[in-house]
Nanobody, 123 residues
Framework: QVRLEESGGGSVQAGGSLELSCVISGNPVCAHIVHWYRQPQGKERVMVATLADGGNTNYADSVKGRFTISRDNAKNTVLLQMNSLKAEDSAVYYC?????????????????WGQGTQVTVSS
């Protein structure tokens, strides 16, 4: 089983910063690819950032240059640093590990989602 727990959400004014954390437990070695998704109230869940083995990253156009995804392997944690926050960044943010890219023995434990953390940006 791969368990994900997000934290770090909160309320901030536009232009401010927050850092979200996703702690991976159970079988963290199975998390070869980690995504951050967000879901604004009443809207669909969309991917905002991806980190894959080797340090490859990918970002949604809406957050490029403002958000940074990184990993602290010693703490089994994936971080999402969010700067220059805007009101439209307000959403519940989720950590996600897909089956894609995982070893065959990890697949029964995936995909995995965290419970989400709320980010509210006031303008």
């Amino acid at each position: 089983q791969v368990r994900l727990e997000e934290s770090g959400g909160g309320s901030v004014q536009a232009g401010g910063s927050l850092e979200l954390s996703c702690v991976i437990s159970g079988n963290p070695v199975c998390a070869h690819i980690v995504h951050w998704y967000r879901q604004p109230q009443g809207k669909e869940r969309v991917m905002v950032a991806t980190l894959a083995d080797g340090g490859n990253t990918n970002y949604a156009d809406s957050v490029k240059g403002r958000f940074t995804i990184s990993r602290d392997n010693a703490k089994n944690t994936v971080l999402l640093q969010m700067n220059s926050l805007k009101a439209e960044d307000s959403a519940v943010y989720y950590c996600h590990v897909p089956q894609e890219g995982s070893s065959w023995w990890c697949r029964p434990a995936l995909p995995s989602w965290g419970q989400g953390t709320q980010v509210t940006v006031s303008s």
